[in-house]
């Protein structure tokens, strides 16, 4: 059986996000498995360069980044995958961060930019798998 994989918001998926509050802020936690090779359309300019996944990635961070940063958001924490403790063992990612924005309208004004759209271009090419989870910030410290 094939394995599924996960690169855009299902119909349900972006529903259940528009349906939550837009007026506060939000964290998106970023699961992140790359392609060994990017899969650009043909004809898109970065086609049969021999990209890896990952540095399609880094080049929707470096064509995004400019909006991601004009709405408002923020990373606030990153890191690199070392081993699956609880959860499938199949399961794996490359990398993961987490992404702050003041509100869902300013994800919304990101996704919708034109600039993002040609943007993420580079995301689905670098990726063959990942997930995307929104959660409402709390506070940190010590405890559970």
Known sequence: MAETTFIDPTPAGFQ??????RDEPIHMLNLLRYR?????????EHHGKGWTGRRAYEEYGKTSGPIFRRVGGSI???????AMVTGPES?????GFVAQY????????????????LAVVNRSAALVDSR??????G????GF
């Open 102 to 117: 003041p509100n869902s309208a300013a994800f919304f004004a990101m996704i919708k930019d034109p600039d993002y759209q």
């Open 139 to 142: 506070e940190g410290g010590e």
């Open 16 to 21: 259940a996000f528009k349906d939550l509050p």
């Open 91 to 95: 399961e794996r990612w490359d990398d």
């Open 36 to 44: 060994e090779l990017a899969e650009y359309p043909a004809g898109h």
């Open 132 to 137: 995307l989870v929104r959660f409402m910030p």
């Open 76 to 82: 606030v924490w990153r890191g690199t995958f070392q």
